[in-house]
């Protein structure tokens, strides 16, 4: 299990899966949230607030990427490390 708490602040946790996705494609997991933001609007970048969000990293071919996507990827890894993936989705 994975526990983060923050009061009037931003918490993180992360954990790498090793996940075979072929023999499993599905991601599951349940949070709790005692209070939601009140003003949150995630339609305007002024409103991006949010009580939790879970991000998926993962990582796909560099063949399936737009040239300016496959230098980009590059450029991060550079700098960053070879752990920045290639691609993210976001629950909020």
């Given at each position: 299990m994975l526990r983060s708490t923050a009061n009037a602040a931003?918490?993180?946790?992360?954990?790498?899966?090793?996940?075979?996705?072929?023999?499993?494609?599905?991601?599951?997991?349940?949070?709790?949230?005692?209070?939601?933001?009140?003003?949150?609007?995630?339609?305007?970048?002024?409103?991006?607030?949010?009580?939790?969000?879970?991000?998926?990293?993962?990582?796909?071919?560099a063949e399936s990427l737009s040239m300016g996507q496959r230098m980009k990827i590059f450029l991060a890894r550079s700098v960053y490390g070879a752990t920045v993936p290639a691609a993210a989705l976001c629950y909020v």
């Open positions: 931003a918490g993180t946790v992360s954990h790498p899966l090793a996940h075979d996705v072929a023999a499993r494609p599905m991601l599951r997991w349940r949070w709790k949230v005692d209070r939601v933001v009140q003003k949150a609007d995630l339609a305007t970048k002024a409103g991006d607030d949010f009580a939790a969000r879970v991000y998926v990293f993962f990582d796909i071919p």
